[in-house]
């Protein structure tokens, strides 16, 4: 059974730009959450979907954005980059929703360095 | 507001001495998962605590779940070089937050 496949793994942005970044998670699983891993701020939950709804949202401005689609394939987007938002961004899939208690299985993750 | 904080933030060990973390919490858990995150690596999924005093066993690891639900730890006998990582607490329902990792533990091992 795959895992959770994150794509692209590494990728370099200027500050303005806007970034999309996506996720497919192991197969039947229906739950993708959204994590920041910086050294400073450590992991940090940026948002949950289930069945294309968005359930939970973490404390990131309105310039970070995702959806879900209906085969359970997520995307995160993030617009008008700041130097601060290079991260780690991990994506975890889980086969029921996240915050109701599900083991969540992360991806290998997408490092973004924005310049 | 609310704080899942794990201590240590660092720990250096020689090999073969044991290892503990600890995750304390301002308000009663639900449950607690732990993972463990290799250098260079994604978080990996090793135990959820679900009942109050549960102690739950995977080898040398072993998690225990506080009687009032608002800690827990994780206690490592005799390191091996393998055991090098970052071990993180997890809260997926707390209080009027979701999805919470604590601070992290990072764990070296000195051969």
């Known amino acids: 059974k795959a895992g959770v496949t994150q794509t692209p793994r590494y990728l370099i942005k200027t500050r303005g730009q806007q970034v999309t970044l996506s996720c497919s998670p192991i197969?039947?699983?229906?739950?993708v959450s959204w994590y920041q891993q910086t050294p400073g701020q450590g992991l940090q939950f940026l948002f949950e979907y289930f069945s294309e709804t968005q359930r939970n949202k973490g404390n990131f401005p309105g310039r970070f954005s995702g959806r879900q689609f209906s085969n359970s394939r997520s995307e995160m987007n993030v617009s008008t980059l700041e130097l601060g938002d290079s991260a780690l961004y991990l994506c975890?899939?889980?086969?029921?929703?996240?915050?109701?208690?599900?083991?969540?299985?992360f991806g290998e993750g997408s490092w973004l360095t924005v310049v | 507001g609310q704080q899942v904080m794990q201590i240590p933030q660092y720990q250096h060990v020689q090999e073969g001495e044991d290892f503990t973390t600890y995750c304390n919490s301002s308000t009663t858990l639900s449950n607690i998962q732990w993972y463990k995150q290799r250098p260079g690596g994604h978080p990996v999924f090793l135990i959820q605590?679900?009942?109050?005093?549960e102690v739950k066993k995977q080898k040398r690891l072993t998690f225990q779940f506080g009687e009032a639900k608002k800690n827990s730890s994780l206690h490592i006998t005799a390191t091996q070089t393998t055991d090098v990582g970052t071990y993180f607490c997890f809260i997926s329902n707390f209080g009027n937050e979701k999805l919470t990792f604590g601070t992290g533990t990072r764990l070296t091992i000195i051969p």
């Open positions: 975890a899939s889980s086969l029921g929703q996240t915050s109701s208690g599900n083991t969540i299985y």
């Open positions: 605590l679900v009942k109050s005093g």
């Open positions: 197969s039947g699983h229906r739950s």
